[in-house]
């Protein structure tokens, strides 16, 4: 079982940034492919960034790509979100989410294993 929490988020303007971290539990961390899903109400869980367990791949929205950058730090458990040239449409509970397999379509939901319970990033015009 691997327990994700997200942290980070909060409320900036147009134009600013903000990082976002996740934390994983336990010693396999270097073996999950991670990804970050977003979220508004009455809407489906929207795709935004992967990266494999090495991190020598990711992947991208096209909506995000260019502004958003993944990375991950795996002796420290950790992945992050750094979301620049933000806009009030990227307002969402953003979740972090872990991939046993490194098979599958990154780029849904269905395809993770575990998940943070998300955070609030709120974007103002």
């Known amino acids: 079982q691997v327990q994700l929490v997200e942290s980070g988020g909060g409320l900036v303007q147009a134009g600013d940034s903000l990082r976002l971290s996740c934390a994983a539990s336990?010693?396999?961390?270097?073996?999950?492919?991670m990804g970050w899903f977003r979220q508004t109400p009455g809407k489906e869980r929207e795709f935004v960034v992967s990266?494999?367990?090495?991190?020598?791949?990711?992947a991208y929205a096209d909506s995000v790509k260019g502004r958003f950058t993944i990375s991950r730090d795996n002796p420290k458990n950790t992945v992050s979100l750094f979301m620049a040239a933000l806009k009030p449409e990227d307002t969402a509970v953003y979740l972090c989410?872990?991939?046993?397999?490194?098979?599958?379509?990154?780029?849904?939901?269905?395809?993770?294993?575990?998940w943070g319970q998300g955070i609030q990033v709120t974007v103002s015009s």
């Open positions: 989410a872990a991939k046993l397999s490194s098979g599958g379509y990154w780029t849904r939901a269905t395809s993770y294993d575990y």
């Open positions: 336990g010693n396999t961390f270097s073996t999950l492919g």
């Open positions: 990266i494999n367990r090495h991190g020598g791949a990711t």
